[in-house]
């Protein structure tokens, strides 16, 4: 076996017909079967991957049209339209979005506070509304 080393640090291996490796016995590629596994794995795998994308997509929709809704709801409250009701006595109510992803409570107190939760499970970072 003769060892070459370059400026790099590459070592070059260059071996006689006498050495222990032969290549004739080693392997040359994948059969069938193996290839097939591997593509069924990658396409569990991006299957699995588009879904949990979708999901994904549908809670931030649904988390931005919330907060876009509370921010206009709170832009009238600033211009002075109040949510006061019949003879300034107000209730307290909500509104739900919902889509695939879950969801969201815009709520409205008797105070005129707005805020928004989640009805079932944490929508991302939004807390779950108190029952």
């Keep these: 076996m003769l060892l070459y ?8 291996v260059i071996m006689n017909e006498n050495s222990d490796l032969n290549i004739d016995n080693c392997q040359r590629g994948m059969t069938l079967i193996e290839l097939l596994v591997v593509i069924l794995i990658a396409g569990i795998l991006t299957g699995w991957g588009v879904s ?11 988390e931005h049209t919330a907060q876009q809704l509370l921010a206009f709801l709170i832009r ?10 019949v003879r300034n006595n107000a209730q307290a109510g909500h509104i739900v979005l919902s889509n695939g992803a879950g969801s969201l409570r815009l709520v409205l ?6 805020r928004v939760c989640s009805e079932r499970k944490n ?9």
């Design 5 to 12: 080393r370059f400026p790099q640090a590459i070592t070059l």
């Design 52 to 62: 949990h994308w979708h999901l994904y997509q549908q809670a931030l929709r649904l």
């Design 76 to 85: 009238l409250q600033d211009k002075e339209i109040g949510f006061y009701g």
């Design 109 to 114: 107190s008797a105070k005129g506070r707005l």
């Design 123 to 131: 929508a991302r970072g939004i807390a779950l509304c108190q029952l």
